[in-house]
């Protein structure tokens, strides 16, 4: 694994947070350049290495998406691998969350991972570069108070294959990998429950980055690391109604109930 990253180039979204401060820090260890994307350096700030750089962002701004490539390019470096890791999570019922909210958590969670493929595809095609996004078990299946992010993040999952066939069919050499991983133990998603949690664990952020780093240096197209998640394809063969009845039976839709996490005030 480590092979893969050495002197390699990557920019990390949601750097300054639990996961992307791991990722950060496991990449630099693995011999990359990390050029660090965030609103803060959060968990960063006090992390020292040559070859980390940090670039500050607000990504539901497009015009900062665009200048944070202009900054990217004075700096001298060219991208090989882009993460588009950084999400924010609401976590409440649709008729509670404000339409300000709806709009920053689309514009962060999807729109931004399109705007900066868009910006940095130059980089990734002269590179034979590598696309991976962040996506989520949300992002397969539809989970009660997720309503804008589990859209978001379907939607990023569609937006992966889309670029996986265009740019096999113009021809450009670019990889792509998409994570959908169950819920972390971060705050982000900080009160949320598994029903079965042998089948359905909560995984910790540390080994979820371990297996991230894995799986996008072996260049999987897509990693959903718990069967049970995997599983879901299978299942969308029967009827929706026996569908729903194995996500109620899971307590998929009560898995939010308890939610205190970052983004909106939870309400029940």
Partial sequence: MKNYYTGKCVLITGAGGALGSLMSNALLQAG?????????EGALAQKKDENLHFFKCDLSQSAQIARLEEAVKKAGFSVDILVNNAGIVNGTYLSDTSPEAIQKALSINLAAPILLVRQFE???EK????LVNISSAAGIVGVSRLSD????????FGFDEAMRVEWK????KIATTV?????LQ????????????????????EKAVK???????????????????WSVWILRLFPVSFFDLVSSFFGINKSMDEFVGKGTAAKK
């Fill in 32 to 40: 990359a350049t990390v050029l660090a994307v965030d609103i803060t």
């Fill in 122 to 124: 130059r980089d990734l």
């Fill in 127 to 130: 590179n034979n570069g590598h």
């Fill in 149 to 156: 992010y589990s859209a978001a993040k379907f939607g990023l």
């Fill in 169 to 172: 069919r113009r021809g450009k």
């Fill in 179 to 183: 994570i959908c991983p169950f819920y």
């Fill in 186 to 205: 971060t705050d982000m998603f900080k009160g949320v429950t598994t029903r079965f949690p042998l089948l359905l664990p909560i995984m910790k952020p």
């Fill in 211 to 229: 297996k991230m780093l894995t799986s996008i240096a072996k260049k999987k197209k897509r990693e959903t690391f718990l069967f049970m998640v």
